[in-house]
T-cell receptor
Framework: AQSVAQPEDQVNVAEGNPLTVKCTYS??????LFWYVQYPNRGLQFLLK??????LVKGSYGFEAEFNKSQTSFHLKKPSALVSDSALYFC?????????????FGTGTKLQVIP | EAQVTQNPRYLITVTGKKLTVTCSQN?????MSWYRQDPGLGLRQIYY???????DKGDVPEGYKVSRKEKRNFPLILESPSPNQTSLYFC?????????????FGPGTRLTVT
């Protein structure tokens, strides 16, 4: 069974500082990995995904994520946090074993950017 | 505008009264899915559909039904709602043919069962 762990319920960071939101995963086969963001009272929005290739993936709003196969991690990063980045962030994983498209989400990490 | 719509957005009902939450997408996506979001548990998949007339259970299907008679619609049916189904529900869709695509989410339906 596949799983995702987001070990931090909340991350606080000062505006202008770099931010990291952690994600580790477990799947059979190779993973497809995603980050989504949820603003208050909204649905989830796609940020970025890793399928194959470069371990550093760039996405929307200046976010990027680093895939590390040996550590089974896919941490979300941004060089300089904005107050508007404050939101709930979800990591998700899907395996690549065929047409079955079950996607497993983590429990979410609340990012608070402090002015 | 490309979007996933859900109705109603808010619903308060009583135990045992059948209800349906509708979901519709205008992007011609093959894949559609329902999730529930609960504090501390993240998003959990209820049911998904790979295409018309093709549906399968997710992680938490008990107490729910779905149907996929048309490509654009994927309603979620609670035949006999119970208080433990009080939650925030999201419908999502994506392309699925051959490549790996991200999902587009609806705005959510907040359901309270008393």
């Amino acid at each position: 069974a596949q799983s995702v762990a987001q070990p931090e319920d909340q991350v606080n960071v000062a505006e202008g500082n770099p931010l990291t939101v952690k994600c580790t995963y477990s799947v059979s086969g190779n993973p497809y990995l995603f980050w989504y963001v949820q603003y208050p009272n909204r649905g989830l929005q796609f940020l970025l995904k890793y399928i194959t290739g470069d371990n550093l993936v760039k996405g929307s709003y200046g976010f990027e994520a680093e895939f590390n196969k040996s550590q089974t991690s896919f941490h979300l990063k941004k060089p300089s946090a904005l107050v508007s980045d404050s939101a709930l962030y979800f990591c998700a994983v899907r395996d690549n074993l065929g047409g079955y498209q079950k996607v497993t989400f983590g429990t979410g990490t609340k990012l608070q950017v402090i002015p | 505008e490309a979007q996933v719509t859900q109705n109603p957005r808010y619903l308060i009902t009583v135990t045992g009264k059948k209800l349906t939450v509708t979901c519709s997408q205008n992007m011609n996506h093959e894949y559609m899915s329902w999730y529930r979001q609960d504090p501390g548990l993240g998003l959990r998949q209820i049911y998904y559909s790979m295409n018309v007339e093709v549906t399968d259970k997710g992680d938490v299907p008990e107490g729910y039904k779905v149907s996929r008679k048309e490509k654009r619609n994927f309603p979620l049916i609670l035949e006999s709602p119970s208080p433990n189904q009080t939650s925030l529900y999201f419908c999502a869709s994506s392309l699925s043919s051959g490549r790996v695509y991200e999902q587009y989410f609806g705005p959510g339906t907040r359901l309270t069962v008393t």
